[in-house]
Structures are given as C-alpha cells and as structure tokens.
C-alpha cells in the first residue's frame, strides 16, 4: 500500500515562524513542515488553494494547515481567510494556536473546572461548547451558551484583556459564570466584555478595575474562581492578599511562571494543591495538560480533511482526552 506522508503547512505571521509549534507538529505526526512566515490576510488564500489542489480527495486528510504567530488578532483574521478559501469537499483540515492562546486558555479553564468539582462548587458533568462561533455562518448566529454552573459563581480573570485572558473570560461566560474583567482600564475591559456578549448574549460580565488592594481583595474573596493570565512577572496578589484569600473557598490558577508569581502562594508546578481553602494550580502543571491538547490538536488533523479547531472546538477536544 502507498504510503502517503502528513504536511503541515505552518502560517506564522512573525518575522520567523515559531520554533515551538514546529517541534511540537513533528511530536504529533507532521512527516513534512513548509514554514511560511510573515504571512498576511492577503497571502493566505492562494497558500491555501497550494494545499488544496495538490493531492486527490482520498489524500487530503494528510495536508494541514497550522496558523500561528504572535498575534493572535492578526492570526484570527489568516484563520478565517484559510476557511473562506475552501469550497465543497476540496478542504483541509486547519487549527489556529497563534502563541498557544487557544490550546493555554482552554488548559486553565479545565482545571479550573477541575478543581471546583472537587470543591463541590461545580457538578460533575462534562461540557461542551457545540459549533465554533467564530465561523462565517455562527458570527451571525451565535452558538447557545453552555449549560449554566450551579448559582452562578462568579471568576475573577487578571489580566483579562490579552489574547489568553480574553478566551478564558469568553469559556468561562459560556459556562455561566460571572466573569469580572480585570484590566489597567475600564475601556479595555468594557472591550473585552461586548465582544463575547456579542457571542453568548446572556453573559453576565462586568469590568474589575483595581485603584487599591483593599478593593482587589475585597473582590477577590468573593470570587470562587481567581484566574491570573495576565503579562508574565507582574505580581497582581501580594503575600498580605493571599493570607486573606486562602481562608475562603474556591480555585486559584496563576499562569505565570516568571518569577516573581503573579498570584502569591500558587507555585509553578501546583496541581490541585490545597493551600488553606484554595485550590491551586500553577502555570507548570497547567502546561503539561496544554503542551498533550496541542500534540493531539494537530494529530487529528491527520485523521480527516474536515476539522477546524479553534476556541470551541479546542476545548471539545480537551474533554475527550484522559
């Protein structure tokens, strides 16, 4: 039997296409890697059609194609150009990690979820987002939200402005939390909430601007859920803070792991670690669970011409694996 090799067609729109995601595609199955870099909007399409046209029906499922770079606005704009650029069955398979912002928020969302159902604070049921709402047809029609959590608990995202906080805050509201905002500015939070408002409408969302530590920990220990994805090295929980935050119950997730930690008391390697009532987990144990997500992402791809994996659909397949 003809042996038929997987490419993965990388689109990075940094001067250099990543390093990491190149590593891990070999990891996960890619025989062959064309790197493109610099890639823009305007390139996409006839990169696409290259990978498109070149092989017959049955062979499709072993070409891919991968977007990635920096930016993940930029990247979320080469991802739809990828999708536009398919008709009929002549398609691809196409995942979109720009900076592992998909694969990471997903990860922290899941142990999230994690640790609230051993606290009792979630039911133990699995959820699922359904359709991507960021394809052509669902921009229009948004998806459903996810089946709401018990008395709507409310999660504090820190940092919740960049390309991570951003998709954490937008899981978490699907799931039916209260999703405060953090951000330096209310009009970067104010952003961030009407944007997934406009996806799941019945989201109940509200900017968390910090002028002083007495209101941030005033915040704090009424969130059940404190999720810190914010730039790495800034310290957003001091050690007085965190003293006050353990004595209430609920889940701690910092994904820094640049010293110092941006939530005190979580270290880099916590997984589930009780420290007084809070569960912890640090951005090293968060990363394991990413780095196995992203390996599998782009191992399913090889096993159809028909997978788009984004947010949505990243965090499905999170919650088919062990």
Do not use: W
């Amino acid at each position: 039997m003809e042996s038929v090799r997987n490419i993965l067609i990388q689109l990075d729109s940094d001067p250099q296409a990543s390093s990491f995601d190149s590593v891990v595609a070999v990891d996960a199955g890619a025989d062959v890697l064309l790197r493109h870099a610099n890639v823009t909007p305007d390139q996409v399409t006839s990169l696409t059609h290259g990978a498109m046209f070149t092989r017959s029906s049955r062979k499709l499922k072993h070409t891919a194609i991968f977007v990635g770079g920096s930016d993940a606005d930029l990247a979320e704009k080469n991802y739809q150009k990828v999708i536009t650029a398919f008709f009929g069955p002549v398609q691809v398979s196409v995942a979109m990690d720009a900076n592992g912002c998909n694969t990471t928020s997903v990860a922290a969302v899941r142990s999230a979820m994690s640790g609230l159902r051993t606290l009792k604070l979630l039911p133990e049921v699995q959820v699922t987002t359904g359709n991507s709402l960021l394809d052509s047809e669902s921009a229009t029609n948004p998806a459903p939200a996810l089946d709401p959590v018990l008395d709507r608990l409310t999660a504090t995202v820190l940092g919740g402005t960049g390309a991570v906080g951003r998709r954490v805050c937008r899981l978490l509201a699907q799931a039916g939390f209260r999703v405060l905002v953090n951000s330096r500015t209310i009009q970067k939070a104010q952003k961030v909430i009407d944007e997934v408002k406009y996806l799941v409408p019945s989201a109940e969302m509200e900017p968390a601007i910090f002028d002083s530590e007495n209101k941030l920990v005033e915040t704090l220990t009424n969130s059940q859920l404190i999720m810190n994805a914010g730039a790495a090295g800034i310290p957003y929980v001091s050690d007085a803070a965190f003293d006050v935050l353990k004595s209430t119950g609920g889940v701690l997730v910092d994904l820094n792991a640049v010293p110092p930690a941006g939530i005190s008391g979580v270290g880099v390697t916590d997984d589930a670690v009780a420290n007084g009532s809070r569960l912890c987990f640090g951005a090293l144990a968060v990363g394991g669970f990413k780095m196995k997500l992203h390996r599998s992402m782009i191992a399913a791809c090889f096993t159809s011409n028909e997978h788009r994996f984004n947010l949505e659909e990243i965090f499905d397949l999170a919650n088919k694996l062990e």
